[in-house]
Each structure stands twice: as C-alpha cells, then as structure tokens.
C-alpha cells in the first residue's frame, strides 16, 4: 500500500535560508493539498492542485512561498529566506477528485 | 478567524467507556464534515465523514452526529479502548456535500484512554 510520501522528515534551518520541501502523492489522485500546523493547532490549508493547476491558494501562502506540482506528480513546496515563525509541521495531502484526502507524515521545519 | 472550534484541549476516560468529543462550526457553507485522528510523528488518518443531508453516520464503534441548526458535531467512540488514545481533529469543508477542495480544522482533542 503507497500512501503519501513526504521527503525530509525532518528540517533544521537557519533564518534567511531557503528550504524545498517534496510530496509524493497517491499515485492515482489528482488533487494534492499544502496544510500547515503548528503547536497546539489543527492544520491549516496553504494551497492546493488539480492535476499541474493551482487552483486556491490561502492568504497564509506570502510571497516568500511557492509550491510547483510540475507534471501533475509530486509537488514542491518552498519556502525562500525563512523565519522563526515558519517553523512548523507542513502536511501534504492527496485525493482523488472529490475523495477523502490522505495525508502524508509531514515535514518538520524547525529555523533558528 | 477560528470557523471550526473545539473547545476541550482534552478528555480523559475509562476503557471500556464511551468518549464524546465536540466541535462547533461558525461557516454556514460547511456542508461535509471529517474527523480525522492522529498520532505523535504521523499525519492525520480518516476516521469518519458525515454530509450535511445526514444527521447520523455509524461505522463500528464511531458514530458522527451532526446537528445543523446548533452547528454542532460530535463524534462517539463506543467503547472506548486504550489504543484510542490520540488526536482528534474535527474538520469541514464546503461545496458539494462531498470532502471537496481546502479542509478547514479544528484545534484538536487530545483522548487519553485509561486501562
């Protein structure tokens, strides 16, 4: 059984760095979902993707975030000059078109 | 802007019992509704969904109730084991009575089930 993979598990960044996180998805699903989650919080959503389309993208998303999904496979999420604030659990997500989404482990971002 | 509430951080019960948990929405567009539970170090896993046509959804031991004119949403767990213990994430979404598009969660439930 593949589900959602995600690459690093784990992230450890200085402020100012750039950082590229990835998602795999279902291999079968076209839609792909960016969630953010922080302490004590449910996550929320960043952006997401029918297919190579982003079609919404959260207020959360700045312009120091950018997420690709070229080719409609997996997608990239990254994130340039990061902050102390950006240090979180990003969870991507897939589906089919109006199916329950599945989540991948998520990535751990932590910037100091 | 919190659409999605639920407002016990967490709830502690016996094995064997039956743990209830609760989440409030504010979105009247909201028309399909998940719980999603989660464990340390994974992402969250569907549990159960219910569309805004039902006020009832049962599979095995969770039951979803959904009252549309309070908002409300509750989700039990009959009855409770230790291997429940978990995260509970309530969550909505709008458009098509289906788990369609952004989901939008709650804070979470931590459940602690004693043997």
């Known amino acids: 059984d593949t589900g959602v993979s995600q690459d690093p598990r784990h992230k450890i960044t200085k402020r100012g760095q750039n950082v590229t996180f990835r998602c795999d998805p279902i291999?079968?699903?076209?839609?792909l979902y960016w969630y953010r989650q922080t302490l004590g919080q449910g996550p929320e959503f960043l952006t997401y993707?029918?297919?190579?389309?982003?079609?919404?993208k959260s207020r959360l998303l700045s312009d120091r975030f950018s997420a690709e999904r070229p080719k409609g496979s997996f997608s990239t999420l990254e994130i340039q000059r990061t902050e102390q604030g950006d240090s979180a659990m990003y969870l991507c997500?897939?589906?089919?078109?109006?199916?329950?989404?599945?989540f991948g482990p998520g990535t751990r971002l932590t910037v100091t | 802007d919190q659409q999605v509430k639920q407002n016990s951080p967490s709830l502690s019960v016996q094995e064997g019992r039956i743990s209830i948990l609760n989440c409030d929405y504010t979105?009247?567009?909201?028309?399909?509704f998940l719980w999603y539970k989660k464990y340390p170090a994974e992402g969250p896993t569907f549990l159960i969904s219910?569309?805004?046509?039902?006020d009832k959804n049962e599979d095995g031991r969770f039951t979803v109730f959904l009252n549309k004119s309070a908002k409300h949403l509750s989700l039990h767990i009959v009855p409770s084991q230790p291997g429940d213990s978990a995260v509970y994430f309530c969550a909505a979404s709008a458009g098509r009575g289906t788990s369609y598009g952004k989901l939008t969660f709650g804070q979470g439930t931590i459940l602690t089930v004693h043997p």
């Open positions: 979105n009247s567009m909201f028309d399909y």
């Open positions: 291999s079968e699903h076209n839609r």
């Open positions: 219910i569309s805004s046509i039902k």
């Open positions: 997500a897939s589906s089919l078109m109006t199916g329950r989404q599945y």
């Open positions: 993707f029918q297919n190579e389309a982003q079609l919404e």
